[in-house]
């Protein structure tokens, strides 16, 4: 799977996940979705901003890689999340998958009902990096 941030004025895209979706159920979440049979992170992250979201990813840096556990599946999941950092077209809600696509300041998403608390120092991270021009994976 592959989840993406994205940054503009010191804002960050959430949406909000559909009420009968079986993970995180009506909760904030990153966009993103699963990998196809032997996708590249990279086409994935691609494919399912541009379903999600109508965006074009043009670059976009690795912020972490973590495993999760999906109680539906049973299992674990490997979670790519990228930053994205250029892109073409504005980001609107284009599937069912969330019911609106909202962007909110570091400070209101500290107080959201978000899918994983994991993004948030993921979040603070970018933010502390890019006032000292360093960003993760650079």
């Known amino acids: 799977c592959d989840g ?3 940054e503009k004025k010191s804002k960050f895209p959430f949406g909000k996940r559909y009420k009968k979706k079986t993970w995180a159920a009506g909760m904030w979440d990153i966009g993103g979705g699963k990998a196809l049979k032997n996708e590249n992170p990279l086409h994935t992250l691609n ?9 074009n990813v043009l670059d976009a ?11 539906k599946d049973g299992g674990f999941f490997t979670y790519h999340i990228y930053m994205i950092t250029q ?22 998403i500290g107080k959201l009902n978000i899918a994983l608390p994991e993004y948030v120092p993921l979040i603070d991270k970018w933010i502390t990096n890019s006032k000292t021009g360093l960003h993760p994976g650079e």
């Open 61 to 71: 840096e690795l912020m972490t890689t973590m495993n999760i556990y999906d109680e």
């Open 87 to 108: 892109w073409q077209n504005k980001p609107v809600n284009l599937t069912k998958e969330h019911t609106e696509l909202r962007w909110f300041t570091r400070d209101e």
């Open 47 to 55: 494919r399912e901003v541009q379903e999600e979201t109508g965006v």
């Open 4 to 6: 993406c941030l994205m």
